[in-house]
């Protein structure tokens, strides 16, 4: 029976959107908030179809067997962040009194709401005229020429001032939490399996400082949509690659997401650091033909321009705030500028393919090569070994790349120690056979459990002191 694809399609497609929403949202309100037009007709006929179009573009092209996943899975991920939505709106904290980081960002969203402008004009007027006692600045708020300054970046205000609009200003935070639980359930899908998402959402959502953050006005909530997109297009684009898809503009869209938290967290920079340097390895595949390394130069492009983006924000519309943390962003700024340069150097310094080396079909990554006939990959199947010694099912996998020529096979964890070599077949264990994709064995191989219990006789003899051997397998018990 042909197993029903569009779950795992609903689930990868519902996961990344928040994050290409939100990117839409901010990329089209920050120009009309520097532009002082930051109005609710101008922001909706913008800002809506950039979300639209950043959403298509980010799933477009999601192939059916990317992501596995059963009606109740998606149904209990989508569930769980409903509820937690429903949740904090009835349990939303309402802080307005300027005391601490709530309030700011509350009255920021307040005024560009109700103005559409920055700064916030000083109006002595309004207290009888200028006084040598009279001062606008105070907490969370910076004095300018002629007026005051929020403190914080503007991302999270802009996205905040929907509800003023909308007449509920304490209710968009809960709905940003719950779409923040369903980014989370798409990203634990992708990495661990659908059946752990459920469990995941849900113990993300009864997190306390997830509970805290959605029920009123802070900057963490946008900052880990973004974040976790940025994490699912980019396992996104890596399996099109891999597969031999088109995966280039995924790869430029999740780079821009992942950029795009400098403008909501000035220290966002230092949570995209690990993106600049995976940029820079993949980078450095392209030169030795891998095809992942096509994915490089549009993560690095879209991550730069995001980053670019809230940078220019933080200067022009924060920059008092990036004064008054000078002695923490200047440090940042020149890691981040190492990292560019560390990265650019490993770049420049990776080899090059042999002449007599096929570009991107390298012995160990060749998937996407053979095709079938509907455009699906053909994978080679791995196959258990026997013990040599025991004549039982081993854990020691070999791929046949020629599955009729059993001369044609390699071993599939190559010459790592035993326990790596175990692992192929331990995974067997907690896999279920219903998690298994297209074109893999679904059957458990009968090694596994042999491989298990000579992974217990290596990890006792690694906790005796006598390392692990890279020769011979030891004797199963």
Do not use: K
């Not at 719950?178 to 399996?193: I, P, Q």
């Not at 940025?230 to 780079?255: H, K, Q, S, V």
């Not at 004549?391 to 071993?411: C, I, S």
């Amino acid at each position: 029976m042909e197993h029903d694809h569009r779950p795992g399609r609903w689930l990868a497609a519902l996961s990344v959107l928040p994050a290409l929403a939100v990117a839409g949202w901010l990329l089209a309100g920050l120009p009309l908030l520097l532009l002082g037009r930051f109005t609710p007709v101008l922001v909706t006929v913008l800002g809506v179809p950039m979300a639209v179009l950043l959403c298509w573009a980010g799933t477009r092209g999601l192939w059916a067997g990317a992501l596995r996943a059963a009606w109740w899975q998606l149904g209990g991920v989508v569930g769980v962040a409903v509820a937690s939505g429903v949740f904090n709106v009835l349990l939303h904290s309402e802080q307005l009194a300027v005391r601490r980081d709530p309030a700011t960002y509350a009255q920021y969203a307040a005024w560009i709401a109700a103005h559409g402008s920055l700064p916030i004009p000083a109006q002595a007027e309004a207290f009888g005229g200028p006084d040598a006692g009279l001062e606008f600045d105070s907490v969370g708020f910076y004095a300018v020429d002629g007026g005051v300054l929020p403190q914080f970046m503007p991302g999270p205000p802009m996205l905040f001032a929907i509800g003023d609009w909308l007449g509920a200003p304490f209710v968009v935070p809960a709905v940003l939490g719950a779409l923040a639980v369903l980014t989370l359930g798409g990203v634990v899908a992708r990495l661990a399996g659908a059946r752990w998402a459920v469990l995941a959402a849900t113990v993300f959502a009864v997190c306390m400082p997830v509970l805290y953050t959605s029920r009123t006005t802070f900057s963490e909530i946008p900052s880990m949509i973004l974040l976790f997109g940025g994490l699912a297009l980019a396992y996104d684009a890596l399996e099109r690659a891999r597969d031999g898809r088109p995966g280039r503009g995924t790869a430029g869209l999740a780079g821009l997401v992942f950029g795009l938290a400098v403008l909501v967290r000035i220290d966002g920079l230092r949570d995209v650091l690990p993106v600049l340097a995976f940029a820079g390895l993949l980078i450095a595949l392209r030169r030795l033909g891998r095809p992942v390394g096509r994915l490089g130069p549009p993560l690095l492009a879209g991550l730069v321009a995001g980053a670019c983006v809230g940078l220019a924000a933080a200067y022009l519309l924060a920059r008092p705030y990036l004064d008054y943390l000078s002695g923490s962003v200047r440090p940042l700024l020149l890691i981040c500028a190492a990292v560019l340069v560390l990265t650019l150097a490993g770049t420049a310094a990776a080899p090059r393919p042999r002449p007599d080396q096929p570009a991107g079909l390298a012995a160990e990554d060749r998937r996407g090569a053979d095709r079938a006939a509907d455009g699906r990959p053909v994978r080679p199947p791995v196959v258990p070994d026997r013990d040599q010694g025991s004549g039982e099912p081993g854990g020691l996998a070999h791929v046949r790349d020629d599955p009729a020529d059993p001369a044609r096979q390699r071993p599939a964890g190559g010459r790592h120690p035993p326990l790596l070599r175990e692992l192929p077949a331990l995974a067997h264990l907690v896999r279920r056979p219903g998690d298994a994709r297209p074109g893999h064995d679904r059957r458990r191989p009968p090694g596994a459990q042999a491989a298990a219990r000579r992974l217990v006789v290596h990890l006792a003899a690694a906790a005796r002191g006598g390392g692990l051997d890279d020769g011979h397998d030891a004797a199963a018990p």
